[in-house]
């Protein structure tokens, strides 16, 4: 296992406030990242995101809030029925920094295994390009 996090930056054109509902609000949540989510935004509350796959089928991804203030969201990560990469397993956080009148985030996932290093890497890429439309057009 490479113990270095796997790290992303996006910057978004729209307050901190905003962007960071993106992250704890199920219905903005599924609006850039999982196809349905159950969310408990505070510590030990349970995260829990289904992923329907175009071809049919359904990737369940659980973990657990660890942290969550104004300006950072920590959760854990894993999926169901994951030999590697077990609900819980790995960690993920988010830093949210004010940019002029934007935000910047930051994504740091720690303790993957080295083989969901790239399909991660490849998938918090899409998914924050993602955010970073839909939030700046923050309704």
Do not use: C
């Amino acid at each position: 296992m490479n113990d270095a996090p796997l790290r992303h930056e996006v910057r978004i054109d729209a307050p901190l406030e905003i962007v960071r509902r993106y992250f704890t609000d199920p219905a903005r949540l599924v609006q850039w990242w999982p196809s349905e989510a159950e969310l408990d935004p505070r510590p030990k509350g349970a995260l829990l995101l289904r992923f329907h796959r175009p071809a049919g089928g359904t990737d369940i991804a659980r973990g657990e809030f660890v942290e969550l203030s104004p300006r950072r969201i920590v959760f854990t990560w894993g999926f169901e029925g994951s030999m590697d990469l077990a609900p819980g397993a790995s960690r993920v956080e988010i830093t949210l920094s004010r940019d002029g009148t934007g935000t910047l985030v930051r994504l740091e996932h720690h303790g993957l295994p080295d083989a969901q290093r790239g399909p991660h890497d490849q998938g918090w890429a899409m998914f924050l390009g993602r955010l970073r439309e839909v939030a700046s057009l923050r309704p």
